[in-house]
């Protein structure tokens, strides 16, 4: 094939073979390489490990005027990548945050040069004064935009840099522009292809059966998951395995608590940057078998042989944790993916809704602020009292959403835009994503084939996978799990049948007398309180006393008229009205006594 000029042009399959080293393509990768390398916008929505990169890269490598700048949200991926295309002897090289100035400044003269086929950028870059101006002087051929769903407000993982990226990247056409991602909805799809503006793009979506990942999922308590946890890594080829924690304290936790049974290192976004590698290349190298991490770790990150992913708590999204559970099974054998949640889960993620979208009156209250000269983070803070983190998701999307700006000299100045409905929008969709993620676990359909109509794909075969819980039954390890489930199921009733006769009562002397007792530990105990108390049935009441000049906190526990109720339902105790009145009569007595108590006291003085 050669180009308008005459010019010879390697075939994509010579390029496959001689730079690549690979044989053959994988489904469907032929197809998506050809259009790129024909100059059309492409969106690629492909499962992780499916070998999405290649669609870009050879494209550029197998085109004449072939130069690519890459946009991809992650150090850590943007160096795995740069790093694997040097080995084959492509040039390539970075530009972020984590490299010197130096570093940086060689990468723009080796681009002016044309010495480099791949840069590759964060999308903060582009909003560096003059950098655009200097990749404009300079174009690349083709644009990749690697994790795109990452530009849609409707996605799991929204960025608000990536939202400035159709505007910017408008400046470096006639580049083509090829969006990756391996998590996108219909919904996300079509957001991608309009904010990236792009040009009659030829689409492909498909590839996201798995057929070698088996799903389970149990409904299970908070304190019975390490528990559980253990059961099921215990079990021959689960190792190595990926452990997803809902928060940096309970990963750290966890890890303390495997560490004795098995090689394990931990990773969150709070660790510094050199522990996180170090962690991570120990994973990679094998020296680690669990890996327990937050959402913070795995994407970039490319290990064959991980035979089980199991998340701790309920995942925020259905494309949060097919992504996740995709790095399971790359070499294309048997692994697992376990999912263990509870009603109570949803307290974490209340939690994080309220820090990353506030309340709209809170970003009301921001924007007064800004209306009356607050003109950064910093004054925002001290004119409101508001935490900086809250302040800074505020600011964020009201920037977002039209509510303000950066003006001259980097100041905040308010805007006429209408922000509130499509906030609420944006806010709404979270609570939709977290609620058909529990829809998903809930569901008897066959897991994979849930998650293949939830993306969309357009060449699936329909069929139910065979392999999952709803298909074929919980697995050895889950059967051992399982009666752990109804040991705790057996505790609820008997944690709340223990709270019959008390208004309220201290849950440590509670736990002390009914469950330690049993061998029970007290992260057990509080998992099982927290789920009686998300289903309405027990309330807990923060309490605190001052002794020897310290104040100690602790907390009481009490059946709430619903609980009282359905143990009524049950058998178990008599109903709400004539338990009130034993409650009133056993006060009325107590009160008795106390009196008597003091007069008898009075008395011995005289």
């Avoid at 905040?412 to 058909?436: C, F, I, N, P």
Wanted: hydrophobic residues 40%; positive net charge.
């Amino acid at each position: 094939m050669t180009d308008q000029s005459g010019r010879l042009l390697s075939s994509i399959d010579h390029v496959l073979h001689e730079v690549f080293g690979f044989s053959e393509f994988r489904p469907r990768q032929r197809d998506v390489c050809l259009s790129a390398w024909r100059g059309n916008d492409v969106l690629l929505v492909m499962p992780t490990g499916a070998g999405k990169s290649l669609c870009y890269q050879l494209p550029t490598v197998a085109r004449v005027d072939g130069r690519a700048l890459v946009v991809s949200p992650l150090i850590a991926l943007i160096e795995d990548q740069v790093g694997k295309l040097r080995a084959l002897g492509i040039a390539a090289d970075r530009i972020h945050s984590g490299r010197s100035r130096p570093d940086s400044w060689e990468a723009c003269r080796q681009w002016r040069a044309g010495q480099l086929q791949f840069l590759f950028v964060a999308p903060e870059r582009l909003g560096v004064p003059g950098f655009l101006d200097f990749l404009e002087e300079h174009k690349p051929a083709l644009i990749a935009v690697d994790e795109a769903h990452c530009i849609s407000m409707w996605g799991h993982d929204f960025r608000a840099d990536y939202r400035q990226l159709g505007p910017r990247l408008a400046r470096l056409r006639p580049a083509n522009i090829v969006a990756l991602t391996a998590t996108a909805t219909p919904e996300v799809q079509r957001d991608i292809v309009d904010q990236l503006n792009l040009k009659r793009p030829d689409i492909f979506i498909h590839g996201f059966r798995r057929k070698n990942i088996a799903i389970d999922v149990m409904e299970i308590t908070p304190g019975a998951r390490t528990e559980s946890l253990i059961e099921v890594l215990k079990d021959q080829g689960r190792l190595p395995a990926i452990v997803y924690a809902p928060t940096r304290k309970i990963a750290e936790s966890t890890a303390a608590e495997l560490k004795d049974k098995f090689t394990c290192g931990v990773f969150h976004a709070g660790m510094p940057t050199g522990d996180r590698q170090t962690v991570q290349d120990a994973f990679l190298g094998g020296s680690i078998d669990v890996m327990v991490a937050t959402i913070a770790f795995g994407m970039g990150v490319d290990k064959a042989n991980v035979r089980t992913v199991i998340h701790l708590a309920m995942p925020g999204s259905v494309e949060g944790y097919y992504q996740e559970i995709g790095r399971a099974g790359r070499d294309g054998q048997l692994c697992h993916a376990i999912l263990m949640y509870a009603p109570i889960d949803r307290k974490t993620h209340d939690y994080f809704l309220e820090l990353n979208y506030p309340d709209p009156a809170i970003l009301e209250r921001v924007l007064d602020a800004v209306k009356q000269g607050s003109s950064d983070r910093d004054e925002v803070v001290g004119r409101l009292g508001l935490s900086p983190d809250i302040v800074k998701s505020a600011l964020e999307k009201l920037l977002i959403h039209g509510g303000i700006r950066v003006g001259s000299e980097h100041r905040l100045e308010t805007m006429d835009g209408l922000w509130e409905r499509s906030y609420l929008r944006q806010r709404r969709h979270r609570v939709e994503q977290l609620a058909k993620a529990f829809s998903f676990a809930q569901s008897k359909v066959c897991r994979m084939l849930n998650l293949i109509h939830h993306f969309g794909d357009r060449d699936d075969s329909e069929e139910s996978c065979g392999i999952c819980d709803v298909c074929r039954g919980p697995s050895s390890a889950t059967k051992m799990v399982q009666q752990l489930i109804t040991e705790d199921q057996t505790a609820q009733e008997t944690l709340l049948e223990g709270l019959i006769p008390f208004q309220s009562k201290t849950s440590g002397n509670f736990f002390r007398e009914m469950f330690e007792p049993q061998g029970w530990s007290r992260r057990r105990f509080e998992g099982i309180v927290w789920d009686l108390e998300a289903k309405g049935l027990l309330f807990q009441s923060a309490q605190s006393f001052t002794k020897n000049g310290k104040q100690i906190d602790y907390s009481r526990i009490g059946l709430t008229d619903d609980g009282r109720a359905y143990l009524h339902d049950r058998g178990r105790a008599p109903s709400v009205s004539e338990q009130r009145k034993k409650i009133e009569d056993r006060q009325r007595s107590s009160t008795r006594k106390s009196k008597a108590r003091k007069r008898s006291y009075f008395a011995s003085l005289k």
